[in-house]
């Protein structure tokens, strides 16, 4: 048998997110500010947190059957709902308000119940064409990419809790994975030739979340000969982030061979990235410091405020324009993040006590209550 190997705490990882973050937010910033032709390619961050997740949730469960020989759904998901939905709810809730009591936003109802109930990424896609612009540049519209995790979470609980109860449980998981990752390929390259259907779809985006499923499987079943080729790994992983920042400059957003599989090339760099870190030699060092770690610990917070007070900023209303709007924006940002991080997504994270039946039931009413909220207020 396979010895467990859990995931400790690694700063690097925190540092990889940091890196993410800042790339989406430069994105944004720039398109909003005049200077676009800057990090152009800075959303594929959000590739690299698709695979980063991939990575992490796969080896949380997969410990959990090594430890357990089987999957507890219920405290899965629960931990996930307390990780997830509060600071969420919070931030559609206040763009709801502040698109209500001033007209410095608008807020759609039915973006605002597809940020709640985690189906942005499908509503985008089935408003098409006509609606594209209000509902993937609407102040929730980032929040796609949490609705493809949040669905890849459900999906991948339910298939590990099957595995769970077969033989060879990890075998199961792997052959799953190696099967997403050319039918998500494939898919990008048949299901549409419309370029918002490639970007935004669970099943063209799978492929990114299986790669890093796959790294967790490796690692699990490797990881202990890392040491004696630290030095290589460390070295994969500087190859794999000089590929990530060549990417985020030059990949020109979403150019089409990206959306026909290219993602994939962007998760196998993050792949590289990964195992370098947990060789834990000069670039999990580098990832590993204090700025890098503490902007990816307060990232989630950081990718659900940052569009909507992005939209807000704007030259006419801060008086400024190019750089120094940039770096308002991202202050401003910055701000807000640090506030829901420690007000909300922590604190309700760290309620471990919570019942399972308590979470599902609060997660629930609050989200009634904010579909309610958007039904009464947003147009």
Request: glycine share 10%; net charge positive.
């Amino acid at each position: 048998m396979t010895t467990s190997r859990t995931i400790p705490y690694e700063p690097a990882l925190d540092g990889l997110r940091g890196v993410s973050i800042v790339a989406v937010m430069a994105f944004h910033a720039s398109a909003t500010s005049g200077l676009g032709g800057w990090l152009r390619g800075g959303n594929l961050g959000v590739s690299v947190f698709f695979t980063l997740s991939g990575f992490l949730i796969t080896s949380i469960l997969v410990s959990e059957v090594d430890g357990t020989g089987s999957i507890d759904l219920g405290r899965f998901w629960s931990r996930r709902i307390r990780r997830l939905v509060p600071a969420a709810l919070v931030t559609v809730t206040a763009v709801i308000l502040l698109g209500t009591a001033t007209d410095v936003i608008t807020v759609r109802s039915s973006g605002a119940t597809a940020a709640v109930w985690s189906f942005t990424n499908w509503h985008v896609i089935a408003a098409g064409d006509d609606r594209l612009l209000e509902t993937i540049v609407g102040p929730l519209g980032p929040t796609w990419s949490l609705a493809i995790e949040e669905q890849f979470y459900v999906v991948l609980a339910v298939v590990a809790w099957i595995a769970a109860r077969s033989a060879r449980p990890v075998r199961m998981l792997t052959t799953v994975f190696l099967a997403v990752v050319p039918i998500s390929i494939l898919l990008a390259n048949t299901v549409s030739d419309w370029h918002p259907r490639l970007e935004f779809g669970t099943d063209v985006r799978a492929a990114e979340i299986a790669i890093g499923g796959l790294v967790a499987l490796g690692w699990r079943r490797w990881g202990g000969r890392l040491a004696n080729s630290a030095a290589t790994a460390d070295a994969a992983g500087f190859v794999g982030l000089a590929a990530l920042l060549v990417l985020f400059q030059f990949a020109d957003s979403t150019p089409p061979w990206l959306l026909r599989g290219g993602y994939s090339v962007v998760a196998v760099a993050t792949a590289l990235v990964i195992v370098g870190l947990l060789a834990h030699g000069r670039l999990a060092a580098m990832l590993g410091t204090r700025p890098l770690v503490a902007v990816g610990r307060i990232s989630y917070s950081l990718y659900l405020v940052h569009w909507p007070l992005m939209l807000v900023c704007t030259p006419a209303r801060v008086g400024a324009n190019g750089l120094v709007l940039i770096g308002i924006k991202v202050a401003v940002s910055a701000a807000a993040a640090l506030v829901l991080h420690h007000t909300v997504e922590q604190p309700i994270r760290q309620l471990t006590a919570l019942r399972t039946q308590t979470t599902v039931g609060m997660w629930l009413g609050a989200s009634l209550a904010v579909t309610a909220l958007a039904a009464m207020f947003a147009t």
